[in-house]
């Protein structure tokens, strides 16, 4: 069975794990907000394929409410743009105090990977599936700051990346009335 087809029926039954969570409805709030998401660290769980080792990605993104676009240096040492939608995201309290955890699943499309991964589409774009969780601290109602772990499947193990997350909370008029 060829490498293709493997990671195919490995992803058939996690898009319908997706699908069905994405359902349900979340606990985070429906307000609107901007958020700038910084990259810290990342870190290859296989470290046998000699071509990606950049484990200083350099990653940028920003959110609009569940959407994200982000630019990082890819693991391939190549630019890549990404666009990606958190399709399961959920946000309880830490007891009684202003951090929140928050937990949940992103999907995306990056550029810049060519034929590199299995998941990619004529070498232009890779699709991905991406599990995290965060802390968010809550300075204010209109402001967060938090932290997040991301888990990015590859051919080769995935990678492990962590960020920072600077959030604005803002209201439409009827909101604050």
């Not at 195919?8 to 319908?16: T, Y």
């Not at 046998?48 to 409410?65: G, H, L, P, R």
């Not at 040492?77 to 928050?102: A, C, H, T, V």
Request: glycine share 8%; aromatic share 14%.
């Amino acid at each position: 069975m060829n490498k293709n087809n493997e990671l195919s029926q490995f992803l058939r039954p996690i898009i319908f794990i997706i699908i069905t969570l994405n359902s349900w409805s979340t606990n985070a709030a429906q307000n609107q907000h901007v958020a700038l998401w910084l990259g810290l660290d990342t870190y290859h769980v296989d470290r046998t394929n000699d071509n990606a080792t950049n484990e200083n990605n350099k990653i940028t993104s920003i959110f609009y409410n569940r959407w994200f676009i982000s630019t990082f240096i890819n693991s391939y040492n190549k630019r890549s743009y990404l666009l990606g939608y958190q399709i399961w995201y959920n946000q309880m309290p830490f007891f009684d105090s202003n951090i929140e955890i928050s937990y949940g699943v992103s999907i995306a499309a990056a550029t810049g990977y060519g034929r590199n991964l299995a998941t990619n589409i004529d070498g232009i774009v890779t699709l991905g599936v991406s599990p995290f969780v965060g802390a968010e601290y809550d300075v204010n109602q209109d402001w967060t700051i938090g932290g997040d772990l991301l888990y990015i499947p590859t051919d080769n193990g995935g990678v492990l990346t962590s960020g920072l997350k600077l959030r604005y909370r803002f209201y439409t008029i009827s909101e604050k009335d």
